[in-house]
């Protein structure tokens, strides 16, 4: 992967519309990015290449640059690849992991279909999607949620709790009602953080999401973009070495195998991945979508 980034501002200090990169032999555009609110722009691209960047905004003359040679990095790590199933075609995971299909859970339109009515997978219990300390992570999928109207919906989660929620562990993504809600506990009920950023997605409506943590700072992603706030971690969570990951829904998450049964999600999933390594957007206010890397 190849990292393409620069400043680009007008003549009065705000950040141009859009930056398109072109391939320079024939002409042909390769992609776009737009810059945040200081001009900060970044593209990633895939292949050794000569590129032309060509900055735009309204009321000015389109100004081009190039050519530049981009030479691609060493992709991903694949030992940092924890947990890769892309659900396109089955319910499979590149990395051996097997999966338990609840209910009526299938694939079909390239995609997880769950229909919120006990539709789950989950996968038994394996060290490789719990984090420690000093490491970074990105964990990632597409999503698709339909409407619902409170409470909140289960995306993925390895949370596990006594049978009086007095002793709970691990970590959870949820879907609030347009807002993505992440919680990390310590045990014994206590609970380093639970981080709500709003207006994070629209239902019925397919985004990414990427949720990293870079050097114990945790972003949250939108179909490239950082939104909101971050959040600091400040210690490592307490492990339950009995708990499983579970893709949409909590009702495994209680010892006694009595989990909220009103979580169920209704909506698909695809692409997940969990890494443990690499904070793919670096800490920065992008990061790259699934179909750039």
Request: aromatic fraction near 12%; proline fraction near 3%; include cysteine.
């Amino acid at each position: 992967m190849s990292v393409i980034n620069g400043v680009a501002k007008k003549f009065d200090g705000t950040a141009i519309d859009y930056v398109s990169i072109f391939n320079w032999t024939d002409g042909k555009c390769i992609g776009q990015a737009t810059p945040d609110a200081a001009g900060n722009w970044r593209y990633y691209y895939h292949a050794d290449a000569q590129v032309g960047i060509t900055y735009v905004a309204d009321g000015c003359e389109p100004i081009t640059h190039g050519a530049y040679t981009v030479e691609r990095n060493n992709d991903l790590n694949p030992a940092w690849v924890k947990l890769d199933s892309p659900f396109n075609t089955n319910i499979t995971d590149k990395t051996g992991k097997v999966w338990t299909v609840y209910g009526d859970a299938n694939v079909s339109n390239g995609a997880l279909q769950l229909d919120g009515n006990a539709d789950y997978l989950a996968i038994p219990y394996s060290p490789d999607y719990h984090f420690v300390n000093s490491e970074d992570i990105t964990i990632r999928f597409i999503a698709n949620i339909k409407t619902f109207s409170s409470d909140r919906r289960s995306l993925l989660t390895s949370r596990k709790d006594d049978s009086t929620y007095s002793d709970v562990t691990n970590w959870a993504i949820w879907a609030d009602v347009n807002a993505i809600r992440f919680a990390i506990w310590t045990g014994t009920g206590g609970i380093f953080f639970e981080k709500i950023w709003d207006t994070a997605y629209v239902f019925n409506n397919d985004f990414e999401l990427s949720l990293e943590r870079k050097d114990m700072v945790w972003k949250l992603y939108i179909n490239g973009s950082q939104i909101g706030s971050p959040v600091t971690q400040t210690g490592n969570y307490i492990l339950a070495p009995d708990s499983v990951l579970v893709v949409g829904s909590d009702r495994l998450n209680k010892a006694n195998g009595s989990g909220n049964v009103t979580r169920d999600l209704k909506g698909s999933v695809s692409n997940l991945q969990i890494i443990r390594g690499a904070a793919l957007g670096g800490g920065g206010s992008t990061t790259p979508l699934i179909s750039q890397f």
